[in-house]
């Protein structure tokens, strides 16, 4: 594992794919930054984050013959592992918000930015941008985003918190190829929302009332309306609506 650690820059995303140009990066290549001007979240949105408190970081991972159709596999596995690390250290009622952010409770600690590179069918490496909020003590205009430290109290070693994660990362999706049943099972049985009623909003601004049952092996979210009908969903198409 190779870590560049940066005071500042755009995106560790960018970066990291900048670096990748005309030169070999080996793999598993971290790339973690105190501040990020240009740091991204899902649906385009910009990730906020105290300089020096939290870990926003991107790393490498390579495949070769990973077909695209299992695209999804990547946000389960990265999801799981990143699940699994923040459990290690007893962060308390950890869920995974579909497609791939992490919750403690009914607030948001993590955001996972994924970003493919094909050749034909063939997924050949991904770019995995994570932003974990770990020191920082409030998000002003944020009222549904938390860190560690306001979960649990405690202050949290950066450089420590980010090798353990690394470790597992590097473990859970060097078996990618393998595409293990027992990896889906843990994103599915910690799935934020699921068998709970609750409201979304689909990408028309329609308001419904529904029930997450589950996620299929492309990634699509299945919602049971009130009135019994099942709809599937992809990312960007539905956002889930919920309190403080």
């Known amino acids: 594992m190779h870590i560049i650690k940066l005071d500042a820059t755009t995106s560790t995303n960018t ?3 900048e670096s990748l140009v005309g030169q070999h990066v080996e793999n598993f290549t971290v790339v973690v930054a105190k501040t990020q001007s240009q740091g991204r979240g899902q649906r385009g949105s910009q990730w906020i984050s105290e300089s020096g408190k939290n870990l926003t970081f991107s790393f490498l991972c390579e495949f070769g013959t990973l077909d695209a159709s299992h695209f999804f596999w990547i946000n389960a596995y990265v999801s799981v592992a990143l699940w699994r690390s923040l459990r290690d250290y007893k962060i308390p009622d950890l869920a995974i918000k579909w497609p791939n952010d992490i919750m ?37 205009g944020v009222p549904n985003a938390a860190s560690l430290k306001m979960v649990t109290g405690k202050e949290y070693d950066l450089n420590e918190l980010l090798i353990h994660i690394m470790v597992t990362m590097e473990s859970d999706l060097g078996k990618l190829s393998l595409l293990q049943e027992t990896i889906w099972e843990t994103y599915e049985s910690h799935l934020f929302g699921k068998n709970i009623p609750g409201t979304f909003v689909d990408a028309f601004e329609n308001t419904f009332q529904g029930t997450i049952g589950g996620v299929t092996k492309d990634g699509r979210l299945s919602i049971q309306k009130q009135d019994g009908t099942q709809v599937f969903f992809r990312p960007k198409e539905v956002k889930m609506v919920f309190g403080e």
């Open 15 to 17: 970066y990291l794919k």
């Open 104 to 140: 403690s409770g009914s607030k948001k600690i993590a955001g996972i930015l994924i970003e493919n590179s094909l050749t034909g069918h063939l997924i050949n490496h991904s770019i995995v941008g994570i932003g974990l909020n770990v020191n920082q003590s409030g998000f002003m």
